[in-house]
């Protein structure tokens, strides 16, 4: 038994956030069944590295599901929906405003045809005065308060590599379906879930506006800024939190030899003895936290002069033993080939048909009575047949739907 067995995902959508979210769902146990146009979500084609075989941009976010096509714009593709809404526990979508009002299923219709059903949609934004705008990750980034937050202070605002616009939307919008599929318990009715991907974004900022108001009140001082205006500065590489960080410079000087260091009140004593600056431990100009607020940039200065004579491992070591909360900066290569993450479940090989095996990230959300066990991605309208048949259509009105386009 798996945690959402029983449940039945219509996965409409694409891309990534979408995706994202309904193969969370299907880790979890979920029966996701992917509702694709006649030519495929998108991402099957989109930076292709093997010809004529799917993407990894669709292999590594739509594991776990079973695929259908269906033509939405056709009167018969929008009878076969009608009946596989029925079935369905939960209905997903991120497409453009209003793409699934103008097949003609509103909310009212869905609720219509199933009461109980849950209606999940990941916008760009909410039904503000962004609602009619398509988005894309960096547009989340951009309108949510990351690129603003991101970058230094004397450069352009900048994306991270960190999808959160759509992948982190993804996840709030399964937060938001388990809610919802256990709040049916009680009621017996489904109901309408919305995400939008600035919502997700500014969320994942909300420290951020913590900063903007504590402006009012002064500088930010645990921030490296030397000026401040009415709006927060980007900050580089500093935490800006209770307890200051930074990312030093190790052996042999590569673009990810780097380890980012954070020095608690506790740390300040082994780290000085570790970088051979004893002293310092008990000087009154460095002692306390306090006393290194204003010069932080100096202070994390005095711990590169150390990093740098060692690789990265072996400061991460080093620091360990001594309780220094610290992580390198690893980069994809270091990820994708770690022995721990691979025992861990979170790189792992899947086998797929066509292109054999590739690496994926596995499933960060680890439950003992409902493991993980990830599965290839389907191929387009693979269990056509499959499920098409469940509502009882014949094989030879398969052939005459795909002959139609239908399918
Ligand atoms: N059968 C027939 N038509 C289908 C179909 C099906 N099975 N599935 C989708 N379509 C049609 C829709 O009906 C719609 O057509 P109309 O515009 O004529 O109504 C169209 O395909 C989809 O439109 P779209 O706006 O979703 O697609 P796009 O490529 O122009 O935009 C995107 C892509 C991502 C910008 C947009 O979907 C969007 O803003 N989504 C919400 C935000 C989001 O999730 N962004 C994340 C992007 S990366 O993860």
Redesign the pocket.
């Known amino acids: 038994m798996k945690a959402l067995e029983g449940v039945r995902v219509l996965d409409?959508t694409?891309?990534?956030?979408?995706p994202s979210a309904t193969q969370l769902l299907a880790w979890l146990g979920a029966d996701v069944v992917k509702?694709?146009?006649?030519t495929g979500d998108?991402t099957r084609q989109q930076l292709r590295d093997v010809p004529g075989v799917d993407s990894l941009y669709f292999t590594m976010l739509n594991c776990n599901k079973r695929s259908i096509t269906?033509?939405?714009?056709s009167e018969r593709?929008k009878e076969i929906f009608t009946e596989l809404v029925k079935t369905a526990d939960v209905l997903v979508e991120?497409?453009?405003?209003?793409?699934v009002d103008?097949?003609g299923f509103t909310w009212e219709r869905l609720q219509e045809l199933n009461p109980r059903l849950v209606y999940a949609s990941?916008?760009?934004f909410g039904p503000g005065r962004y609602r009619a705008f398509?988005?894309?990750?960096v547009i989340a980034q951009a309108m949510g308060g990351s690129m603003t937050t991101t970058g230094f202070e004397d450069g352009p605002p900048l994306a991270t590599g960190a999808q959160i616009g759509?992948s982190g939307t993804g996840i709030h919008a399964v937060a938001g379906i388990l809610a919802a599929l256990y709040q049916r318990q009680t009621t017996n009715r489904g109901q309408r879930v919305q995400v939008a991907?600035q919502h997700a974004v500014l969320n994942l900022c909300r420290v951020k506006l913590r900063d903007q108001q504590r402006l009012a009140h002064g500088p930010l001082r645990e921030y490296p800024n030397k000026t401040f205006n009415d709006e927060v500065p980007r900050s580089g590489n500093a935490s800006g939190g209770g307890q200051p960080g930074w990312a030093v410079r190790c052996a042999p000087g590569g673009p990810n030899d780097y380890i980012y260091v954070i020095v608690q009140p506790v740390g300040w004593k082994p780290i000085s003895e570790i970088i051979g600056r004893p002293e310092l431990a008990d000087d009154p100009e460095w002692a306390t936290p306090e006393a290194r607020l204003p010069k932080l940039d100096k202070m994390f200065q005095l711990i590169e002069e150390w990093t740098i004579r060692h690789d990265k491992w072996t400061v991460l070591d080093r620091l360990n033993a001594a309780n220094v909360p610290c992580g390198p900066i690893l980069s994809t290569k270091e990820l994708i080939e770690d022995e721990s993450l691979r025992e861990e479940g979170m790189v792992v090989t899947v086998d797929h048909p066509e292109r054999g095996e590739f690496f994926t990230v596995g499933s960060p959300l680890q439950l003992s009575d409902s493991p993980v066990d990830v599965r290839t991605s389907p191929l387009l309208g693979e269990h056509n047949q499959e499920i098409y048949g469940e509502l009882g259509v014949s094989a030879d009105e398969l052939a005459e739907l795909k002959t139609n386009g239908v399918i």
Do not use: C, W
């Open positions: 409409m694409h891309v990534q956030s979408g509702l694709e146009s006649t998108i269906l033509n939405m714009k593709g991120n497409f453009g405003p209003g793409a103008r097949m990941i916008k760009g398509k988005a894309y990750e759509d991907m």
